[in-house]
């Protein structure tokens, strides 16, 4: 087997990734018109959309502990003799098996998406019924009261609407997000942190890990364009 395939595959694997990323946010859209039709009434129709999000981000997980067991495996064999390259196949997986055990379920639960999908949908339902939505966490419910009181559709570097608003989930600013995804790579490549753009906010260090997509402010702005 030649490094030329291996690397071919993880290609491979990653555009499955991707692919995997948008069946996410259109498992999200869906979950998204059952709560503002039913509401609270249709619970276990969530719950199971809840459930086809936790079996996208374990196999998301996955491909990332396979992805990086292969480069680094491939990495130290690229330093030996070419004969070593039998050896792939098993240590390949010896290294995928040995990163898969350290995962933890609390960790899972971090997964971007599945954060993005648990929000918008807890955001969705108190919309429709601010009663059903007592038990939310404060953080929630903080984050309901400044979206409902800025209604700031406007992206603080784009300055038109945005088309697919990016919440910060550390200073809660939104900004679109093909611009911000911009911004933070050439900073990066400038080996410079990022301040939020927002004028006053305090945070020094935006980063794509602290982003998610903010689908019910994507509907509303929808909607708004729609109703021009």
């Known amino acids: 087997m030649s490094l030329s395939s291996v690397h071919s595959t993880v290609s491979s694997l990653r555009t499955c990734q991707a692919d995997i990323g948008t069946g996410m946010d259109i498992v999200t859209d869906v979950a998204l018109d059952l709560a503002e039709t039913s509401g609270a009434e249709n619970e276990s129709g ?26 680094v495996v491939t990495s130290e064999l690229r330093q030996q003799q070419p004969e070593a390259m039998f050896t792939l196949k098993s240590l390949v997986e010896e290294m995928f098996t040995e990163r898969q055990s350290r995962l933890s379920d609390e960790e899972l639960q971090q997964h971007t998406k599945l954060v993005s999908f648990k929000e918008n949908v ?3 339902l108190k919309t429709v019924n601010p009663g059903a939505a007592e038990n939310t966490e404060e953080e929630l419910d903080e984050d309901v009261a400044v979206t409902q009181s ?39 490549s400038q080996k ?37």
């Open 122 to 124: 807890r955001n969705a």
């Open 192 to 228: 410079k942190l990022l301040r939020c753009p927002v004028i006053g906010c305090g945070n020094n260090d935006v980063k794509q890990s602290d982003l998610m997509l903010d689908q019910m402010m994507k509907r509303q702005i929808q909607r708004k364009q729609s109703d021009t």
């Open 150 to 188: 800025q209604v700031n559709f406007t992206c603080p570097l784009t300055k038109v609407d945005m088309v697919n608003p990016m919440k910060n989930k550390k200073c809660k600013h939104h900004y679109d997000q093909d611009a911000i995804l911009e911004l933070i790579n050439n900073r990066k």
């Open 46 to 71: 969530l719950k199971k959309l809840e459930l086809m999000m936790l079996d996208c981000a374990k196999l998301d997980r996955e491909i990332n502990c396979f992805v990086e067991a292969v480069d």
